[in-house]
């Protein structure tokens, strides 16, 4: 099998040249803290090379230098660790909606053809027989298979007219991701409160710049037509390094003949990260890696909503750039943790089987499927010369795993069996944001939260200066979105933005039972199948019930 590499990019380096100049400059005159070296076996991903007992300098946000096997500490000043792990880069995770985390895994109870099956319809309750107004609210949406697990707590979360709550689900997504060890995300909201701490946002402002579009718009949406146009106008200018596209999420006829909707539209270009690319056969997968595309793998939710996910030993055969994600958690994996044991499984079981599939299975490697959450992803953004791989002059993206003596001589399978409790230090651009209590107190002492869970003790830093709601502590997100998940109709009802906005609108001020009515229609699978339509007074009573649309906050780490 092929390697999965890096692609070099020449009509790319002049910017990235000039990117890493701008982050060297900019983090060199503000950043006052000291240096910080890292002792360990480090994992660089950068052409295969470990250094057993090696070491990772870290200054002003950069990795300064990389120290071989037993060579001193190059600065006598820095704080030193002796970390006994392995020190990888920081994961990325490209593919991920993290509005949801908050959120339970759902339960599936059937397949289905493609994404358009189980997405809500669009058909919207229209209020004005009822209320004289059909309001604009983007949460009227119509049904959904996922309307009362997931989709009506989303909205109820989220929306600004709701619960208004996008930035701390956005951070809660974050904070499940950082203590699995992943630097940068994807697929979150465009807030200061979000984009300007904790992890990297893929497409929103990195080092200096921001290159990187998404949609999860279908191909087939009326909008995608001038969203295309809009892409290629930018990339004439020079101003796309990566476009991230939900395409062909489905095994059917119609979920095949995207990617060919997509190329009539131009868009099937060496920046293109197509995300999913479930029914692609080799001849599909031949097309992509002849347009230089990238692809995104997701296979857990592929296979719980669809019976099938994407091919990912053919594409890696056919030459074309993999990252591994985890999707969202409502049928997705945790983090990238659990990505890596799914996807490694997945891997043996399907060579064992190889000859039942159609060309064989072909077996990828423990580092191949390590460059899909950390050199892969960060080419597919454009960022291969930024983070990805530790390398001098890149940023400090860190991830430190404890591992025993022996581990440290299988690094890659190392990692894909590491548990959260492994976790030893996670930084973001130098900064240490997760890890063990005395490593967190080395580096920012005082400067944290402790958690406590039964089997381990970890410290995290959820804080920032001069950040909307950059003063939030993990206990004051978590009990924010813990009350609002309780989902109690007099308090939505006393906290809600709507109901003034319906008051004015209607002229007077809106009632408790009005808005019980109110909410009825629009988030009508609340109610008993069956209910008539419009609901009368009496249907509406299992709203009050206390606990009744209650839900609990997906906890920070994934249940055993």
């Known amino acids: 099998m092929k390697p999965t590499i890096d692609r070099p990019n020449p009509t790319r380096a002049a910017r990235l040249l000039g990117a890493a100049l701008l982050l060297m400059t900019a983090t060199a005159v503000l950043s006052q803290e000291p240096a910080i070296f890292l002792r360990g076996t480090v994992v660089t991903m950068d052409h295969g090379r470990v250094l057993l007992n090696g070491g990772v300098l870290v200054r002003d946000g950069l990795i300064q230098a990389i120290v071989p096997g037993w060579r001193p500490n190059p600065d006598p000043e820095a704080i030193e660790i002796d970390t006994r792990g392995l020190i990888y880069p920081g994961l990325l995770n490209i593919h991920d909606h993290n509005q949801f985390a908050p959120i339970e895994s759902v339960p599936i109870d059937r397949l289905y053809d493609n994404r358009y099956q189980w997405q809500a319809d669009g058909n919207g309750v229209d209020l004005t027989p009822f209320v004289g107004f059909n309001p604009p609210l983007n949460f009227n949406q119509g049904s959904s298979p996922f309307n009362v697990d997931a989709l009506y707590a989303r909205h109820l979360l989220n929306d600004p007219a709701l619960g208004d709550l996008s930035v701390e689900a956005a951070k809660w997504g974050e904070l499940r991701s950082l203590v699995a060890g992943t630097t940068t995300t994807e697929g979150t909201v465009p807030s200061p409160g979000v984009t300007d701490i904790l992890l990297r946002n893929a497409e929103h402002t990195n080092f200096g710049r921001d290159r990187v579009c998404r949609t999860v718009m279908g191909v087939s949406d009326p909008a995608f037509q001038s969203f295309a146009e809009d892409v290629l106008a930018k990339a004439a200018a020079g101003e796309i390094d990566a476009c991230l596209l939900h395409l062909s999420e489905g095994i059917d006829a119609d979920s095949l003949a995207e990617l060919d909707q997509l190329d009539a539209l131009g868009l099937l270009q060496e920046w293109t990260v197509i995300v999913h690319g479930t029914p692609f056969g080799p001849d599909e997968l031949q097309r992509v890696a002849d347009a230089g595309a990238d692809l995104v793998w997701s296979p857990t939710s592929n296979l719980r909503l669809y019976g099938q996910d994407a091919r990912a030993d053919l594409a890696l055969e056919a030459g074309i750039n993999v990252s591994l994600s985890t999707d969202w958690t409502l049928t997705g994996d945790q983090n990238l943790l659990e990505s890596l044991k799914v996807a490694w499984s997945l891997n043996w079981q399907r060579h064992r089987d190889r000859h039942q599939f159609s060309p064989p299975y072909e077996r990828f490697t423990a580092y191949e499927l390590v460059q899909m959450v950390t050199t892969n992803p960060a080419a597919s953004l454009g960022w291969q010369d930024l983070t990805g791989k530790i390398r001098e002059g890149l940023a400090a993206d860190l991830l430190v795993v404890s591992v025993s003596p022996l581990e440290r001589f299988f690094p890659y399978r190392s990692l894909i069996r590491a548990e959260e409790a492994e976790v030893q230090l996670v930084m973001v651009g130098g900064d240490a944001l997760y890890g063990n209590p005395e490593v967190m107190e080395l580096l920012k002492p005082g400067d944290y939260e402790l958690i406590i869970e039964p089997t381990f003790t970890k ?71 069956g209910t008539p339509f419009p609901p009368g007074p009496a249907d509406l009573g299992v709203l009050f019930v206390p606990g009744a649309l209650s839900q609990p906050l997906n906890p920070l780490f994934p249940l055993p």
């Open 459 to 529: 410290a995290i830093d959820t804080t920032r200066d001069g950040v909307d709601k950059g003063n939030q502590t993990l206990a004051e997100i978590a009990g924010t979105l813990e009350d609002a998940m309780s989902f109690d109709l007099p308090t939505m009802y006393a906290t809600f933005p709507v109901v003034p906005i319906v008051g004015s609108l209607i002229g007077q001020p809106l009632s408790l039972e009005e808005f019980a009515f109110f909410f009825g229609l629009i988030f009508n699978d609340y109610l008993p199948a």
